[in-house]
């Protein structure tokens, strides 16, 4: 006499949901655009995040930069709202390790200060007493909060990769205790006149014959100048490198 074990098997035989599918689920319920999407996390083309919708994206999670700007882009939206832990349950398993060890980030957005604007020289002060605004974007896991602030892209200076009016996520690379590497963007602060007048921009970090140089990233005419990075210059025109930016966020 053979017993029926199918109800009792019946759960143990559905299939666990693929990443594809919750990935699916969760843009349904915001209601999103794949190419909407993209757009919120930095990207101009659907095509850019489109691999890890499609059943044929081999791992089983996605990795930490793809849910940082997740993160940035769909906690809130959708009935029932969608929740960051649910689009952290879609990480690998570094991106799990790093939230089990991070603390608990605010819940609300990063603060933007002020602009990056290549060409732009303003007073100081300014700078010292801009007021803070806060944005729309999540903090990135990877680094701590107190290290993260948002920067907005004033003109075309940067326009081969973010346009005017455009969102940088910045991190303050010495306070998150990261080193900085070639080719990274970063967010330059260049100071004269005694350090009365100030200009902030953002360049490539490359390496050339032993020397760091700080390439532009614009096809403007205007903004093709190259800085000579020497750290502690005493020169008139002294050069910081402020922040590493990790993420180019573009509003609809």
């Not at 993209?38 to 044929?56: K, T, V």
């Not at 990261?178 to 902030?200: A, F, H, Q, W």
């Amino acid at each position: 006499m053979h017993s029926d074990k199918r109800g009792s098997n019946n759960t143990m035989d559905q299939p666990e949901t693929s990443l594809r599918d919750k990935l699916q689920d969760l843009k349904e319920r915001s209601g999103l655009s794949l190419r909407a999407i993209a757009r919120e996390m930095g990207y101009s083309q659907a095509s850019s995040i489109q691999r890890y919708f499609s059943a044929d994206y081999p791992e089983t999670g996605l990795p930490a930069n793809f849910i940082s700007k997740l993160l940035a882009v769909l906690p809130g939206k959708g009935e029932p709202a969608i929740t960051r832990s649910e689009i952290l349950a879609l990480a690998d398993g570094s991106v799990a390790e790093i939230q089990k060890k991070a603390p608990d980030l605010p819940n609300s957005g990063v603060p933007i200060f002020g602009e990056v604007a290549a060409g732009l020289w303003m007073e100081a002060a300014l700078f010292e007493n801009e007021n803070a605004l806060e944005s729309t974007i999540s903090y990135d896991i990877r680094f701590p909060a107190q290290a993260q602030y948002v920067v907005r892209v004033r003109g075309e200076s940067l326009n081969r990769i973010a346009g005017n009016g455009d969102l940088l996520l910045c991190v303050d690379y010495l306070a998150a205790g990261i080193e900085l590497k070639e080719n990274d963007l970063v967010l330059v602060e260049r100071s004269r006149d005694e350090g009365m007048t100030i200009e902030r921009t953002a360049k490539r970090l490359i390496n050339l014959n032993g020397q760091s140089e700080l390439m532009p990233e614009s096809d403007d005419p205007r903004f093709q100048e190259t800085i000579v990075y020497r750290e502690g210059d005493a020169d008139h025109t002294e050069v910081k490198i402020k922040a590493k930016i990790v993420m180019v966020f573009k509003p609809l």
